[in-house]
């Protein structure tokens, strides 16, 4: 199955989880040195999804995020170095510093947004959806968010208004088994996550999420589906969170077999290898890893050196200035 | 840097700090614990919940885990899985279920892992519970407790959607009571309350405080929800603050009175029902009135509170009241420019200054 996938296409994903696997690492690291401030929810162990959904959008797609989003912007095109001075809150970030991990956002590549209130992001992308829609254009709409959020009304709202829309929306739920510290069995019932997609008549799937090759597939034929007005679908994508909620948890609720076995399925040393097999030199992937290295340390250079934002700018970009048109 | 290392920075000289001397409310002699504020809380719900069967906890994460700011922590271990109750995050439903529960018998104590998401509840919170009473004209009652941190300025960088004050949404709505505790005594003492209490009460926990330290009777107390308290004692002007806002305030009139001037501080306490004749009594003994309170500017509660001045001491002022407030703004992620919007002792100072020049 893996194998129908184009090279060029397998080696972006892998480039594209290595970047996310390389800022991830760094960010926690520089999170630990006091370089990065406020909430740090890494998404280390997750790559997969991020990088097998976004590899089926074009530019003009649209994407919305969750408060764990660094690997949804940098799969969908973000430069690790606004990024990075983003997350330090320097003024030459993407946003100027002023939202930082939890709320980095890039219109310009379709990234609206990450979000600090779980749930949310699945209402506003039907918006986006019915945008591509109404346009009469083949846009798409993904939402990511977690196993925890589909436990929010705004979530089951959103997927009854997707479907009675009939919306090119595509619900991506990166389900890790965890809410925080709640384990999925104590804060939902069904088997599947994908389950709840029946309730809405939209198809929904359950793939392994730690196989870049079987996210990539699932979503491309909802994608094809949506872009041909079949309307929403719902992918569950089955993966681990490697590492603790937001950085600063120490996970005590985590069983001590769990937290040995954790790291037992790797997506990148998996997609690596079937690269491998596939006939890529290894020469090629160290490149690949190599480059997002360099990339990295340039990222930290620029946010180090980048100047913090003018105290003055805590009351701008308060409003939009009315076009001198009206 | 915390708010209190940057305050002493900023006033310069002797650095006073926000040491739990800044406000003594346990008379000597009395027996009493040194315990935080939010050791103080977690005990207030200890001992409501081995008094009164009814009531139990709920919310996302506050079993074994202890909630997001760790204030349940070891109540699962005391109380069990039935009493101390992990939810999905459904908040609205969380909300309409302790209410549901309230009508028939219950008291739940509901926690909101910050109030910015309180948002989803408001359904739940000011439509329903609050109306509740009203419209079945007296048949029915909803005793819950719905526990928020709220706040920020510990230069915690938790940005726009995790920092807000937002104590005026509820407050704006007749049938809820709004609590914003300063200190572990109060925190307790209230919320044993607002426990009691046969309405539903925000009780509003100011995250910075979490940590803070005092004096903590040993004996069963609670303190009156909707009554100012006096904090300190003075003649020359009125500080009327809430919540992390009265420790600025102190430490002000700690300043200020090495200058002279004799400060008088009033801890709001509850924002709604508002003590309007604490406010009013002091204003016209020291005819000088500075609001402090951390929520935005417009709209906030200090607006109320002039109004309640203008009500009860026109004729006593001898200068316009002053205020001062967040900034208008919504929270910054940035260290550097999230700093700005938080009032600091520094502002309460210069305010108080400007209303003794007048
Ligand atoms: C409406 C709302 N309620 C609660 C929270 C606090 N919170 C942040 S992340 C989280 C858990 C989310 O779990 P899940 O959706 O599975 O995402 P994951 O963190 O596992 O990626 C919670 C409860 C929030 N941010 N927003
Ligand atoms: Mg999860």
Request: glycine share 8%.
């Given at each position: 199955m893996n194998n129908e996938i184009p090279i060029d296409v397998a080696l972006s994903m892998y480039g594209t989880m290595v970047r996310i696997r390389r800022f991830e690492q760094a960010v926690s690291e520089l999170y630990a040195r006091g370089k990065i401030p406020g909430f740090l929810h890494t998404y280390i162990g997750e790559e997969a999804v991020a990088a097998g959904v976004c590899a089926n959008l074009r530019l003009e797609d649209k994407i919305i995020s969750t408060h764990r989003g660094h690997g949804h912007l940098i799969a969908k095109g973000g430069r690790l170095d606004l990024m990075m001075a983003e997350l330090f809150g320097k003024a030459t970030g993407y946003n100027k510093g002023k939202g930082g991990s939890m709320h980095i956002a890039e219109p310009d590549l379709g990234m609206l947004g990450a979000n600090a209130i779980v749930g949310a992001g699945a209402a506003i992308i039907n918006g986006a959806a019915f945008t591509a829609q109404y346009l009469g254009n083949d846009g798409v709409a993904v939402a990511f968010f977690g196993d925890?959020?589909?436990?929010?009304g705004t979530f089951h709202e959103a997927m009854n208004f997707a479907a009675v829309w009939n919306l090119p929306s595509i619900f991506v739920c990166?389900?890790?088994?965890?809410a925080e510290s709640t384990p999925r069995r104590q804060h939902q019932?069904?088997?599947?996550?994908?389950?709840?997609?029946v309730a809405y008549d939209m198809p929904g799937v359950t793939v392994d999420g730690n196989n870049v090759g079987a996210v990539y597939l699932a979503t491309r034929s909802a994608v094809q589906r949506a872009r041909s007005g079949g309307g929403p679908a719902f992918i569950e994508c089955q993966t681990t969170?490697?590492?603790?909620?937001?950085?600063?948890?120490?996970?005590?609720?985590?069983p001590k077999e769990e937290m040995l076995t954790i790291e037992d399925r790797d997506a990148i040393r998996d997609w690596r290898n079937e690269l491998l097999a596939r006939g890529v030199s290894a020469a090629q992937l160290d490149e690949i890893e190599q480059t997002a290295a360099q990339e990295l340390e340039n990222a930290v250079a620029f946010a180090e050196a980048s100047p913090l934002p003018d105290p003055a700018q805590a009351y701008t970009d308060i409003f939009t200035p009315v076009s001198e048109a009206l | 840097m915390a708010a209190t290392e940057r305050d002493a920075v900023s006033l310069g000289g002797a650095a006073p700090v926000m040491s739990p001397d800044l406000i003594m409310q346990v008379a000597p002699g009395t027996p009493a614990r040194e315990m935080s504020y939010q050791e103080a809380i977690r005990e207030a719900l200890r001992e409501e919940m081995t008094r009164d069967a009814s009531v139990f906890v709920m919310g996302e994460d506050v079993g074994k885990h202890g909630g997001a700011f760790g204030v349940t922590r070891t109540l699962f271990d005391q109380f069990g899985g039935a009493r101390v109750r992990n939810t999905p995050i459904s908040e609205n439903t969380i909300v309409g279920a302790a209410t549901g529960a309230a009508l028939v018998g219950m008291r739940p104590v509901i926690e909101i892992m910050f109030v910015d998401f309180s948002g989803l509840a408001m359904d739940q919170i000011c439509t329903q519970a609050a109306k509740l009473r009203f419209m079945t004209g007296g048949q029915c009652q909803v005793p819950w407790v719905l526990r928020m941190p709220q706040g920020g300025g510990a230069g915690k960088s938790t940005a726009a959607q995790h920092s807000q004050s937002l104590e005026t949404w509820f407050a704006h709505i007749p049938g809820l009571k709004v609590v914003l505790p300063s200190t572990p005594y109060d925190a307790k003492g209230l919320l044993k309350a607002a426990i009691r209490d046969n309405n539903p009460v925000i009780f509003l926990e100011h995250k910075f405080l979490y940590s803070f330290r005092g004096l903590v009777p040993d004996q069963d107390y609670v303190l009156p929800i909707g009554k100012c308290d006096v904090k300190r004692v003075g003649t020359d002007v009125t500080i009327v603050a809430s919540g992390y806002m009265v420790w600025h305030a102190m430490l002000a009139a700690q300043m200020l009175e090495r200058e002279g001037v004799s400060v008088e501080v009033i801890d709001v306490r509850a924002i709604s029902p508002l003590d309007r004749e604490t406010i009013g009594a002091s204003a016209r003994k020291t005819g000088r009135v500075v609001l402090v309170a951390e929520?935005?500017?417009?709209?906030?509660p200090t607006g109320e509170w002039a109004m309640a001045v203008t009500e009860q001491a026109f004729d006593y002022l001898r200068a316009p009241v002053v205020r001062v407030t967040g900034?208008?703004?919504?929270?910054?992620?940035a260290n550097s420019i999230e700093d700005g919007v938080w009032p600091r002792t520094d502002d309460v100072l210069q305010a108080v200054r400007q209303v003794m020049a007048y």
């Open positions: 925890g959020a589909t436990n929010t990166e389900n890790n088994g965890y019932k069904i088997q599947a996550v994908a389950q709840r997609a969170r490697w590492r603790g909620h937001h950085e600063a948890d120490q996970q005590h609720y985590r | 929520a935005v500017r417009d709209y906030g900034r208008n703004s919504p929270v910054p992620f």
